[in-house]
C-alpha cells in the first residue's frame, strides 16, 4: 500500500458486468485504494455466488458489492439487446438508488464521486442527484472513443465514394486520419448491422459534458494525439493499462490478479505445467476473449493452421464454442503428442508473462491489446467486430507489435495464412523488429504506471481532487 487508510474518504465505482468491463474497473480501484481512498466496488448481477468467482484474495483492498441487475430467473439469452437494455436501465436504476441513499445514511461522510462504466451514462443522473460528482470510465481506447465522439456530434461518418470501390481513406477529424474502411470500430463502418449496440457506444457522449471527470483505460504514450486532442475537449484523463500491479510497476503488494471472474480457470495449473515443459519462446498462445464467438469454418481453420505451424500452441476454446471443433481434432492433437494443448479458460497473464510464450494469436479486444503490450508479447492479430479492427490496425501499423491476418473472399481466414502470419512473427527479420518494438512498448507501460509516471500522476490528481471535497 502506498499510503495508509483514511476511512473518511468514499468512492463508489459501478461497472458493467461483463468481464471485459469489471477486469479494468477494479485494477483502477485498487488502485485508488493504494492512495489512501475507501473504495466500494459495485457489480450489478444475478445470483454472485454462482456467477461470480473470486480466484484470491488480492481484492481485499476493496470492498466488493452487488446489487440487482433484475435478471434473477431470467434467461437474458432470450432477450433483444434493446430489451435487456432498458430492463437493465430500469432495475440498476432501482437498486443503485437504493444502495447509494442507504451508504449516504450509514457514513458520516458518504462519497462524494461515483465513479462509472461510460456504457451507463444514465448512472450519471443518479449521481448528481445524490449530491455526487460523475466520473466516466471508459473501457475501450482513446482513438475509438474519439471515433464514436466524432459520429455522436456529427450523427454520421461521412465516408468518400472510393469507399464504394473498396478504395480511399476517411478522415475522423481532427486527430484521426487515414483510417480505412476496414480499421473503423464495426459499429461504425456498417451502422445497420448493429442498432441497438451502436446507440449504446455512441450514448457514452450522451450527457459526457456533465461528468467532471472522463476516464480512459490507456496511457498518455499509446495514443498521444488522441490524448491531446480528447484533453482539448474534456477534462480527460488517461489511467490505464489497468493490469494487475505485479505485472508493471509491482507497487501494490500482492496485486497478482484480477480477483474476480465470471470463468472458473479450472485449467489455470495444467497450462502453467505445460507451459513450463516448453523452451523459451516456443508457444504460440491463441485467446479469443470473453465474447468472440466463431464460426465452424473459422474454428476449423485455425485447427488445421495449428497443427501445421512448426510451434507449439495453447488454445482457449470456450466451453460454449467447443462445439464447433473439428469432430476429430481432440484426436489428431493426441497424435501430435505435446505440441498442443486446448483449455476452457484459464489465467491469462500469468500466460502471457510466461517466457516458452513468443507470440499471442488474439481478437484485438482493448483488455487483451493491453496486456499483449504491457508484457510485451508480439502479436498474430484477428479482429473480430466491435473496436477490434482499430485495435488491430494500431497493433500492426502504428505500434508494429503484430502482424495482421487477412480474411479470403468469403471472410475466412485460411489455415495457410494463420501459419504465415505466426511464422513472420516467431521468425525471420520482421519477427525480431516486432520483438524489439514490443518490448519497448512493455516499457513505456511500466513507466507510465510508476511513480511520476503520466497515468500514476493522472490517478494521483485524481485521488487527491477527491481528498480537496472532504476539506471544503
Known sequence: ??????????????TFPAQGHINPMLEFSKRLASKGLNVAFIIPISEPTKSLHSTNDETSSIKIEHISDGFEGVDTNELSLDVYFELFRVSVTKSLTNFIEQHQSSQDNPAKVLVYDSIVPWVLDLAIQHGMHGASFFTQS???????????????????????QGQGHVSVPPVLSNLRLNDLPSFVADVDAYPALLKLVLGQFSNVTRAKWLLFNSFT??????????GSQCPALTIGPTIPSMYLDQRIEH??????????????DTCIEWLDSKDADSVVYVAFGSLASLGEEQMEEIAIGLKRMKSNFLWVVRESEEKKLPCNFM???????????????CNQLQVLSHGSVGCFMTHCGWNSTMEGLSLGVPMVVMPQWTDQPTNAAFIAEVWKVGVRVSANEKGIVTGEEIESCVNQVMGGERGKEIKENSLKWRERARIAMEEGGSSDNNIRDFANSIVDMYKQ
Not at 482513438?143 to 469507399?163: D, E
Open 1 to 14: 500500500m502506498e499510503q495508509q487508510k483514511n476511512e473518511r474518504i468514499h468512492v463508489l465505482v459501478l
Open 255 to 268: 496485486d497478482k490478479d484480477f480477483g474476480l471472474s465470471l470463468f472458473k480457470p479450472d485449467d489455470a
Open 331 to 345: 484426436q489428431e492433437l493426441e497424435l501430435l503428442g505435446d505440441k498442443g494443448l486446448v483449455v476452457k479458460w
Open 221 to 230: 504514450e499509446l495514443e498521444l494525439e488522441v490524448v491531446q486532442w480528447m
Open 142 to 164: 482513446c482513438t475509438v472513443s474519439a471515433v464514436y465522439h466524432h459520429v455522436h456530434r456529427q450523427g454520421t461518418v461521412k465516408l468518400p465514394l472510393a469507399y464504394s
